[in-house]
């Protein structure tokens, strides 16, 4: 709900973490209830741009993943 309030890149920074923190799920490096914490931090970390280009698009997707592996040991 929160990426959807804030609107910009937040939704393709959700998307990303959440993509990581599923793949560790499935992978049983992470607990089902840890998706949730994984991809908030990500949101916090990620900086939020209000009208992202393109370009911005993807660069926030691959700092959300790479952000997001980071916390777990995949």
Do not use: H, W
């Not at 998706?35 to 280009?53: G, K, L, S, W, Y």
């Not at 700092?63 to 777990?72: P, Y």
């Amino acid at each position: 709900m929160e990426a959807l309030k804030r609107g910009g890149n937040m939704p393709c920074v959700l998307n990303a973490a959440n993509e990581i923190a599923v793949f560790a799920f499935l992978r049983n490096r992470i607990g089902f209830l840890d998706i949730t914490e994984v991809v908030e931090r990500t949101m916090d970390r990620i900086t939020f741009i209000a009208q992202p280009t393109l370009n911005d698009y993807y660069e926030s997707d691959g700092e959300a993943r790479n952000f997001a592996a980071s916390l777990i040991q995949l």
